[in-house]
């Protein structure tokens, strides 16, 4: 099947290449976001391939539809990228990646978590030029620490017991209670509860309507002072511009970012030689406090080469008129 993959990268191109080897779909490889702009670079391809940041707004999809696109496949396990009930109104199935290893994004997180509370990168900066001072990189003992994990699923159930085997006291908030999480510890408390008792929050939730700006002014002023808040899910969970102003008053002590709310036009791409016109991300990345990273969490081996296999599994699966077992459903 003649597929057009956007947002195509190098490990894009070797990676989904090496999963098709047995499935013999012609891949079109294009480095551009999909856009109402760059649809037509998918005419005569009965599916498009898409990442986090392309848009698959009703626009677009009216555009694929017209141009004989039936399906659209997202190397992802989020898809508020992609307008499904337009999709669905132009008769264009969708799928995504509905498990992919959870270990990658969990661990990155803790990672992130160690690299700002202890200044990892700081002291590392500083080590290159020459500077062994201590001052200015004291962190605190995680050991005995309430962290607070917002979204239960395999992710975050992942990074709580990790957070567990620190020897922390962990906290969760979602709609529906896992008993895995429950498992090795963790307890269920109210959202306001959880900000309000925790030293670290992490971010572990898909990004919905009920769900966008989760942490926002409210939430971050009922927050434990100088508790870190860490994201490596969807970057319209935090409200910035609050998360900004907490960091200025010290209400909140730290953040670690792997997305945020205007990457789009941002990540995944080298914008070193460029000037960056985002007054935000350039007022977050001054502080001393904060790290923020290209969207890099899922970035393993284990979970690219799986992302890939599904998405193949999936076109084929369509192209076979079989069933679509990652299908996103109808809203």
Do not use: W
């Not at 020459?130 to 003992?141: A, I, P, V």
């Amino acid at each position: 099947m003649r597929t057009a993959v956007f947002s195509a990268r190098r490990y894009d191109k070797t990676m989904l290449t090496a999963a098709n080897a047995t499935a013999g779909h012609e891949l079109l490889f294009i480095e551009d976001r999909l856009t109402v702009d760059t649809a037509v670079l998918a005419a005569g391809c009965e599916a498009v391939c898409v990442f986090v940041n392309d848009n698959v707004d009703a626009e677009v999809l009216d555009r694929l539809s017209r141009q004989g696109t039936r399906l659209v496949a997202t190397r992802s396990t989020g898809y508020n990228q992609i307008d499904v009930a337009a999709a669905r109104r132009n008769g264009i199935a969708v799928v995504r990646v509905t498990d992919y290893s959870p270990h990658s994004v969990a661990e990155f997180a803790v990672g992130l978590l160690l690299a700002v509370n202890r200044k990892i990168a700081r002291a590392s900066m500083r080590t290159r030029e020459g500077n062994f001072d201590l001052d200015g990189l004291m962190g605190f003992d995680l050991h005995g620490k309430t962290v607070g994990v917002i979204g239960t699923g395999k992710i975050g159930t992942i990074f709580g017991r990790i957070m567990a085997g620190f020897g922390c006291v962990v906290l969760g908030s979602d709609r529906q209670e896992n008993a895995a999480f429950q498992a090795f510890g963790g307890r269920y408390v109210p959202l306001d509860a959880l900000h309000a008792s925790s030293d670290v929050v992490s971010l572990h939730c898909p990004l919905t309507p009920e769900t966008h700006h989760i942490v926002n002014a409210h939430s971050l002023a009922q927050s434990k002072r100088g508790s870190i808040l860490i994201n490596t899910s969807r970057g319209g969970l935090v409200d910035t511009e609050a998360a900004s102003e907490a960091l200025k008053t010290g209400q909140l002590g730290g953040l670690a970012i792997d997305v945020y709310e205007q990457e789009a036009n941002l990540f995944f791409q080298d914008l070193s030689s460029t000037i960056i016109c985002d007054d935000v991300i350039q007022r977050l990345v001054s502080f001393p406090n904060v790290i923020v990273t290209g969207h890099q969490a899922f970035f393993t081996v284990e979970a690219i080469r799986q992302i890939m296999q599904t998405t193949i599994d999936s076109i084929s699966a369509f192209e076979h008129g079989a069933a679509l077992v990652n299908q996103v459903p109808s809203p």
